[in-house]
């Protein structure tokens, strides 16, 4: 099992950005096969945001795209660029790690951050 952090959340006015960082530790120990955001506004379900796979291929919601940007910093960790932030983007944002069968770990597995608020408003 790896541990998730996420960083870089905050508050914002509408049309600013934000830079959210998602790192895995133990470092360099498992290859992350695919890593998603996801994110969850207050009285709603949480809802899938972006994606990049280990061979970077990136995947966006709708309601982001063309706004986010997602990628690979390095094995580690990966960015997630929030450009011109809208009211609706306010929510927790967490990351995931997924992980396939390894040396060292024959299953696989997935693993969450605790999440970092990212609250838009003017």
């Known amino acids: 099992q790896l541990q998730v952090v996420e960083s870089g959340g905050g508050l914002v006015q509408p049309g600013e950005r934000l830079l959210l960082s998602c790192a895995v530790m133990?470092?360099?120990?498992?290859?992350?096969?695919?890593w998603g955001w996801y994110r969850q506004a207050p009285g709603k379900q949480r809802e899938w945001v972006a994606g990049?796979?280990?061979?970077?291929?990136q995947t966006y919601s709708d309601s982001v795209k063309d706004r986010f940007h997602i990628y690979r910093v390095d094995k580690n960790t990966v960015n997630l660029q929030m450009n011109d932030l809208r009211l609706e983007d306010t929510a927790v944002y967490s990351c995931?790690?997924?992980?396939?069968?390894?040396?060292?770990?024959?299953?696989?597995?997935?693993?969450w951050g605790r999440g970092t608020q990212v609250t838009v408003s003017s």
């Open positions: 990049i796979t280990n061979y970077g291929v």
């Open positions: 995931k790690a997924d992980r396939g069968p390894q040396i060292g770990d024959r299953n696989g597995g997935s693993d």
């Open positions: 133990p470092r360099n120990i498992f290859t992350i096969d695919t």
